[in-house]
C-alpha cells in the first residue's frame, strides 16, 4: 500500500474511535474536534450506500463498455484476450490513481475497478492458457490457480482489501486440494496459515487494513484444518472431489477416520479456547460456528433424537446460554469477567446494526438500532472509567 | 489490539487532551483487555429463535397426526402465552417516543412470542379451518397483531414482520381472486403501489405526528420498495402497456430522488437510482437490439447512462453532505 493510504487509514481509525467515544459519552465535542485535529484524515468517506451506489454505477459503466467491444469483436479468442487484458490494465491504472487521491480513495469507485480490474485479468489468463496455449484441463486449471492466487495476493497487498485476502486464500485451498494429499496440506498449510496470519493481527507495522486481511487469513486457515479434519467431509472425500481428473485420486484411508471424529469435536473446542485466551471476538465467532458444524456432523452419524428435539432443543440452549451469560456479566463487579461485558462499549455498534439488518431481510427492510449508545448515564463503572462528569 | 488507537491514546494523554482516568479505560479497550459480546450475545439468541421456530416448525409438519391438534395448539399457546408473560414482565411502560428494551434479550423474546402466535393461529385455521375460503384474512389478522405488538413495545423487527405480511395478504388474496394468477401481474402491482403509497404515508404521519417517528424508515422503506418494484416490474414487463410504466417508475424515481435529497435520505435516494436506471436500460437493449443478438450501441447507450449515474450520485453526495454540514455547525 502507499505510505499515504497507509496514514490516512490509521488516522481513520483513530477519528473513528473518538467518534465511537463521544457516541458513547465518555468524551464531549470539543474534545472529539481536537482529536481530528491531531489526526487529519483528508479522505472523503462516504456511508456504506452512497460507496455501494458508486460501486454499482462504476461496475454498470466498465461492464457496459466491455460489452460494447465483446459484442464489436464476436468469437475471436485472440481479440478477446486482448480486450481483456486492455480492460484489467485500464481498471488496475485506474485503480491506482483513486486510492491515490484523498477526495475519491474511500467513494467506492477504486474497489469497483479493482475487482473487475482483477477480474478481467484473471478472464484474461483463462483464455490464453485454455485457446491459445490449448493445455488440457487439469494444467489449465492448476496455472489458472496460482495466478489466481498471486493476483489475488497482490491485489491485497497493494490496496487492503479483506475480499482479496479472502479470494487468495480460497485459491490457494483450491489449488491444494488438486495435489495429491490435498487433505493432508490443507491441515498442514491451513495451520500455518493460522500460525503465520495470527502473528500479524496486531502488528503495527502493518496497515489497519492489512490486519484485517490478516484476520480474513486466520479464519481461512482455521476453515482450511476443520474441513481437512471433519469427519463428514473425510467420509464423503469433499476435499478429494477437487483433485485432478485422473486415477490417481487417493482416497483417505480408513484408519484416519477415528483421530477425526475425536478431531471434529476437539478442533472447535480449541477454537473455542483461544478466543477466550485471546478475547478475539472474530475468533469466537468462527468457533461458535465450528462447533454449530460438529454438531451437526455428529448428528448425521448418531442418532440422538427426532429432528424437531434436535432443533427445539439447540435453540432453547442457545437462547439460555445467551440470555445466562448476559445475566452473569451484568451482575459481575463493574460488569466484566475475565475482560468480557456485555454491555455494548463503543466499538462494535455497527456489528450490531449488521445482525439487525440480516433479521429485517427477510422482511425487506433494513432496520435501525434501538440500541442504547454505549454507557452514557451508566459510567463509572468500568475499570477507571468515568473521568469526565458525562459518567 | 489495534495499535493505531493505542499509541494514539498515549499521545493525546501526553497532550492533555484525554484524561488520564479516559485514557487508561480507552487504552483497555484498545488492547482488547476489555471486550464486548454484546453482539455474539445478540446473535445466539436470533440465531436461538430461529432454531426454535423451525423445531415448532418440524413438529407441526410431521407429527401433527400423533400429537393431536389440541395437544399442539395447547402446546404452542402457552409456549407464546410464557414468552408474552415474561415480555409483560419485563417490559417498561408505552411511549409514543423511542423506548429502549430492558435488556438485550426482549427484542428476541418479543420476536419468537410472534413468530409462535402465528403459527399457533396458522395452525389452528388449518386444523379448525376458522376462517374457512376466507382464510386469507387470517395473514391480516396477523399483520395487525403484529403492529400492534410492534408499537405497544417499540420493535422495529416485529413493525417490518408486520408490514411484510400485509403485503402478502394482499398478494396471495389476489392471486385467489377468480380468473387470478401469480402471472397476472397487472392487479398485484396496482396492490403493492397502494400499499406501498400507505406505507410511505405512514412514514410521514409518524415524523409529522411524532408518533413513534423512529419507525419511519422501516414504513418508508418498505413503502418506497413496494412501489419502486412495482413500477420496475410492469417497465420490464412484456405488455403493451410497458411504456407508461416506465414513465411512471421515471417520474416516481424522480420524485423520490428529490425528496430524498431535501431530506437527507441517502438510501431511498440509492432505491430510486437504481429502479430508473434498470428501467432505462431495458428501454436502451429493447429499442437497439439486433434480431436475437443484442447491440453494442445499447451497451454504449449503458456505459453513457451509467455515467451519468455516477456524475449524479457525486452532485447529490455533495449537496447531502452539504446539508449535513449546515446542520452540524
Not at chain 1, 468524551?27 to 479522505?43: G, K, L, M, N, V
Not at chain 1, 464489436?72 to 481479440?79: H, K, L, N
Not at chain 2, 487508561?24 to 488492547?31: E, K
Not at chain 2, 423512529?214 to 419502486?228: M, Q, R, S, T
Request: with cysteine; charged share 15%; net charge positive.
Amino acid at each position: 500500500m502507499r505510505a499515504d493510504s497507509v496514514a490516512w487509514e490509521r488516522a481513520a481509525e483513530v477519528r473513528g474511535a473518538a467518534t465511537a467515544w463521544r457516541l458513547a459519552g465518555f468524551i464531549d465535542q470539543p474534545t472529539e474536534r481536537a482529536i481530528q485535529e491531531r489526526f487529519p484524515d483528508p479522505c472523503v468517506a462516504p456511508s456504506p450506500v452512497w460507496r455501494a451506489l458508486t460501486a454499482g454505477a462504476v461496475a454498470a459503466v466498465v461492464l457496459c463498455t466491455f460489452g460494447a467491444l465483446a459484442v464489436t469483436i464476436g468469437r475471436s479468442a485472440t481479440a478477446a484476450q486482448i480486450v481483456l487484458v486492455m480492460f484489467a490494465a485500464v481498471c488496475l491504472v485506474v485503480t491506482d490513481r483513486l486510492e491515490a487521491s484523498p477526495q475519491f480513495a474511500r467513494r467506492g469507485a477504486a474497489g469497483a475497478t479493482s475487482l473487475l480490474g482483477v477480474g478481467f485479468f484473471l478472464a484474461a489468463v483463462a483464455l490464453f492458457l485454455m485457446e491459445t496455449l490449448g493445455l488440457r484441463a487439469n494444467e489449465g486449471i492448476d496455472l489458472f490457480l496460482i495466478v489466481s492466487l498471486l493476483a489475488w495476493a497482490l491485489g491485497w497487498w497493494r490496496w487492503g482489501s479483506p475480499l482479496f485476502a479472502a479470494l487468495s486464500a480460497l485459491s490457494l485451498f483450491l489449488l491444494l486440494g488438486r495435489l495429491s494429499h490435498g487433505r493432508l496440506l490443507w491441515l498442514l498449510v491451513g495451520a500455518a496459515l493460522v500460525g503465520l496470519a495470527a502473528r500479524r493481527l496486531d502488528a503495527e507495522s502493518w496497515a489497519p487494513s492489512h490486519r484485517l486481511g490478516a484476520s480474513v487469513l486466520a479464519v481461512a486457515g482455521i476453515a482450511a484444518v476443520y474441513a481437512a479434519i471433519n469427519r463428514y467431509s473425510l467420509d464423503e472425500h469433499l476435499i478429494e472431489t477437487l483433485a485432478r481428473f485422473s486415477p490417481e485420486r487417493v482416497a483417505p484411508s480408513r484408519t484416519a477416520f477415528a483421530p477425526s471424529a475425536v478431531a471434529t469435536a476437539a478442533v472447535p473446542l480449541a477454537v473455542l479456547a483461544w478466543s477466550l485466551r485471546s478475547r478475539r471476538t472474530f475468533v469466537l465467532g468462527t468457533g461458535i460456528v465450528l462447533m454449530a458444524l460438529s454438531l451437526l456432523t455428529l448428528h448425521h452419524y448418531v442418532y440422538l433424537a427426532p429432528l424437531w428435539v434436535v432443533l427445539s432443543v439447540a435453540g432453547a440452549t442457545l437462547v439460555i446460554v445467551a440470555l445466562v451469560v448476559e445475566r452473569v456479566l451484568g451482575r459481575a463487579p463493574d460488569r466484566e469477567m475475565w475482560g468480557f461485558t456485555g454491555e455494548p462499549l463503543f466499538s462494535d455498534e455497527r456489528r450490531q446494526h449488521a445482525l439487525q439488518i440480516v433479521g429485517a431481510a427477510a422482511t425487506f427492510t433494513p432496520a435501525t438500532g434501538t440500541d442504547r449508545p454505549g454507557f452514557a448515564g451508566e459510567g463509572g463503572k468500568f475499570g477507571g472509567g468515568g473521568a469526565t462528569e458525562k459518567f | 489490539m489495534n495499535p493505531d488507537v493505542v499509541s494514539a491514546v498515549g499521545r493525546l494523554r501526553s497532550a492533555g487532551i484525554l484524561s488520564d482516568r479516559q485514557a487508561v479505560f480507552f487504552d483497555r479497550v484498545a488492547r482488547r483487555r476489555l471486550v464486548s459480546i454484546r453482539f455474539e450475545i445478540r446473535a445466539l439468541l436470533y440465531v436461538g429463535v430461529l432454531l426454535l421456530t423451525s423445531g415448532v416448525g418440524v413438529l407441526v409438519a410431521e407429527h401433527h397426526r400423533e400429537i393431536g391438534p389440541i395437544a399442539i395448539a395447547s402446546g404452542i399457546g402457552l409456549a407464546t402465552a410464557a414468552c408474552f408473560a415474561w415480555v409483560i414482565r419485563q417490559a417498561v411502560p408505552f411511549s409514543w417516543g423511542a423506548v429502549e428494551p430492558p435488556n438485550v434479550g426482549f427484542d428476541y423474546v418479543l420476536l419468537l412470542a410472534v413468530v409462535l402466535l402465528a403459527a399457533e393461529l396458522a395452525y389452528a385455521e388449518v386444523e379448525f379451518t376458522v376462517l374457512g375460503p376466507r382464510w386469507t384474512y387470517h395473514l391480516l389478522v396477523v399483520a395487525l397483531v403484529y403492529l400492534a405488538v410492534a408499537y405497544r413495545w417499540d420493535s422495529r423487527t416485529v413493525l417490518a414482520l408486520a408490514l411484510s405480511t400485509l403485503a402478502a395478504w394482499r398478494g396471495i388474496s389476489i392471486s385467489l381472486l377468480p380468473g387470478g394468477s401469480w402471472t397476472d401481474d397487472a392487479p398485484l402491482r396496482a396492490n403493492a403501489i397502494v400499499l406501498g403509497t400507505l406505507y410511505v404515508g405512514a412514514a410521514a404521519f409518524s415524523v409529522r405526528r411524532r408518533l413513534k417517528a423512529h419507525f419511519e424508515d422501516v414504513f418508508a422503506n418498505a413503502g418506497l420498495l413496494l412501489i419502486l418494484g412495482a413500477l420496475v416490474s410492469g417497465a420490464l414487463a412484456k405488455e403493451v402497456a410497458r411504456p407508461a410504466w416506465l414513465l411512471a417508475l421515471l417520474i416516481v424515481a424522480g420524485l423520490v430522488m428529490w425528496l430524498s435529497l431535501r431530506l437527507g435520505r441517502s438510501l431511498h435516494f440509492a432505491e430510486a437510482v437504481v429502479g430508473a436506471y434498470i428501467g432505462l436500460v431495458r428501454l436502451l437493449f429493447e429499442t437497439f437490439s439486433q434480431g436475437s443478438g443484442e447491440s453494442s450501441v445499447a451497451f454504449l447507450l449503458a456505459a453513457l447512462l451509467g455515467a451519468g449515474v455516477l456524475v449524479l450520485i457525486s452532485v447529490a453526495y455533495r449537496r447531502i453532505r452539504s446539508q449535513e454540514d449546515a446542520r452540524e455547525r
